[in-house]
């Protein structure tokens, strides 16, 4: 079987090196891909048209999608009835990740356990409430925001200017039903993220991990994309996974027979755990980065299998095997990420850091001569395995030191918290 990737990150790179476990490495293509992946296709991941085109040529016979935006543009709908499986949700599904809106309107309807939200159809509305609630709260756009687009609020001021710059960088309009974002509940507690393999009906859940989702130490600063994650979950119980299960997958999984959408795919659960329990944050219709560099190496199973298995109706038999021990993904990120910061600066380093861990790639490129390049924020995911915690995260770090690029930037305390 010939396997086309769809995307460019770290993920994508993950994808590509768990998928030569099941198939030759010549067999599976990634589109655009990066300067870590091989069989590259420069098309751009919207294109369906030069998509459908080249999986033609080539007699690919899967597709599996790494961003979201393919999805919310509807590439699933696209390739149905064309012979090529596409592995991601139908565009209607993909809704739960496109629209903020839609997702909270969905987790309610079903009893998804969630925190309270408001939506708004003046400015008037939103600025009475940022009073009453004293700006204890989340403001969130409503659509994509590429990991952005959500303000964490403390004060009346901090929620005020959120708006403010909310309006700046994504132009909200009194035009349609409701303004283009909305207002949560601020739930105190911790993160973490849920994966599994769907095929609309049964769910196989990987590894839970942890993501840093701040830029600095002791998660301070701005939002990223993500500068880190580990799994599994020294304080994963089965009690916990057990109301999960029952408040949160299972009710969603309903939701979706329900609303009779086609899903195979990857779903995410974005998690807060709170002392009343679990409470989604949000879904990701798609594996979320950098979580995948843990996930797939801590997977035993085929991928391949579990994929095929969302298709063919076999999924319930498929419950994945893990490798033991605990993994460590460190990003390794350009200064000024997430805002402004420089590209095309030389790495090295990767084959001495490659010794003892697992490199993915990132915001890189080659160029003509071989030569690696940097050609994003965040560059590369180093990834450390152990026996214990502790040993992977020394495994993970002692790697990182071994890379160089300009003004090369890391948090030093992945995977710490769960440290006694």
Partial sequence: MKIAILGSGGREHALAWKFAQSVPEKNVYVIPGNGGTGNNAPIDSTDFDAIKAFCRYEGIELIFVGPELPLVKGITDYFEGSGIKVFGPSKRAARLEGSKITAKKFMKHYGVSTGNFWLFNSLAQAYKLIEDLNGNLVIKYDGLAGGKGVYVCSSVEEAKEALEELNTEYRYSESEEFLDFLIEEKLIGYEISIIGFTDGRHIQLLHPSQDHKQLLNNDKGPNTGGMGAYCPLPFYTPHLHAQIMEQVVNPTLKGLQAEKVSYQGVIYFGLMITNE????????????????????????????QLVLACFDGTLPAHTP????????????????YPKVYEKNNPIQGISDAQDSALVFHAGTKKTDDGTLLTNGGRVLNVVGNGSTLHQAIENAYAACSKIYFKDCYYRTDIGKRSLP
């Fill in 277 to 304: 329990g679990p409470k989604l944050l949000e879904y990701n219709v798609r594996f979320g980065d950098p979580e995948t560099e843990v996930l797939l190496p801590s997977l035993q199973s085929d991928l391949l």
């Fill in 321 to 336: 095997q893990f490798n033991p021990g605990f993994y460590i993904d460190v990003v390794l990120a350009a200064k000024g």
